[in-house]
């Protein structure tokens, strides 16, 4: 091999965060123009050895070369300066700027006489949004974008700077299949260019598709490289996870008829219209759409955060007001927000407060049952396999995937009779979905009723008795048992086909 080629080389990169190793001497020589992926289980140290290639940690031992030199990235501006850019897992964006204020932060465009060239700016945004083919306004606040949006920013401020090394970490786990398409050809055309691209996801099927090479890591050791060619989605789980993974779907269970939940026709102006269903005991009724369909808002809706302009939600038989998350919560209905790091967690509270946190009640007697709580917390680290150091520890300190898993337990703490899951999956593991998956089919076991709204269609198909598909804040359409396909879905979301 020429070795003009090798963009990258690590020797013997470690990491340890007190003591405790999480990444050991890692040695991979990365092609100019490749995308290399990176895929391992939740805390396989994936993030950590993509921060010490962009300078947000240093490492413990070892040594980077960037083509051809030894160099010592020591923070990010050195990361930048070599044409090092990422990006994150976790959302960096500063929500009360605007679009193009955050695209060039700290990069931005001025006028002769020190003044900020807006206008510059603003078009050279409209233009990299233009490549991501989204409608994002420039002058848009990021806190009125969807997750979806946000992530399409994010992208678009790594693309802005000139990259020699693209670090992409979990960029499409908010994203549909049209935008993921979207990004897919833009990654291709960086390639073509020179570009290379680390692409770390869980999605394998992506991976199998993007990546020319993928390395695999477990428990922070360096398992595989090989060409994606040479390797099927089988095979990359087994080696992510150390053993064979069958059967990632339980068997469906059969729901009651028994209705638990009956919307009818409920609006919220300007974001819904006419939402009639049911939800029955024990059932998983799945929601499927298109970004921008309604779902989120609908589970807001039922939730209690978006007022309903029309409309009337029955539980149990019985009409009822929810007017706010705990009227929700005393209602016997549980969410799970897909927006994990704006409402799901609180990342600089530890892992068990954090799962207790809205069924604080049931731990105080008056005070807080530090006892209870903390063997409750144990039950869930147990069940979901959250890797955590302790129940104490602060989630910032844990894994992307990790803290997800504490957004799950946290929500289900309540013990609901109806649980709305938005997204229940992104961004963890093949293992921990199977996890997930048993689990939900447990509680619905237990005559538990679950809304399921997903992106994934394979975890549509997979899981749910019923699915409800929305298009632009109505439903088009609810398929039953032998109608469930990715294809009437699609059908439907994209509107092509009409009517229930
Ligand atoms: N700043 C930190 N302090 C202490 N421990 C940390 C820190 N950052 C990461 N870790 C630990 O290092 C391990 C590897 O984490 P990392 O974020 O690299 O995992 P990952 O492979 O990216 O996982 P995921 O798929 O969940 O994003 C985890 O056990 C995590 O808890
Ligand atoms: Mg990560």
Redesign the pocket.
Known sequence: MNPSEVLVKTVDISKS??GVT?LNKINIEILQGEILGII??????????IKILNGTYTPSEGLVFFAGNPVHIRDTGVAKRLGINTIP?EFNLISHLNVYENIFLGKELVKGNHLLDKQQMKEKTSELLRELNTDIPPDAKIQELSVAQKQMVEIAKAVAYDSRLLIMD?PTTVLTQHEIDVLFRLMQRLKERGVTIIY?S?KLREVKRICDRVMI?RD?QFISLDPTDSLDEQEMARRMVGRELNQIFPPKVIPRSTPVLQVRNLSVTGLLSDISFDLHEGEILGFSGLIGAGRTELAEALIGIRPLSSGQIMISGRPQTISSPIDAVNNGIAYLSEDRQGTGVLTNFDVASNITLVSLDKYCKPLLDGKKEKARTEEYIEAFNI??PSTKTRLE??????QQKVSLAKSLDPQPIIFIIDEPTR?I?VNAKKEVYYFINNLVKTGISCILISSEMEEILGLCNRVVVMREGRITGILEADKISEAEIMFHATGLKEGA
Request: no cysteine; charged share 15%.
């Open positions: 965060f007190s999480v391992g289980e939740n805390g396989a140290g994936k993030s950590t050895f897992q979990e770390i869980h890591l922070g890797r955590t300190y844990l894994s992307g995937g990790n961004g593991d």
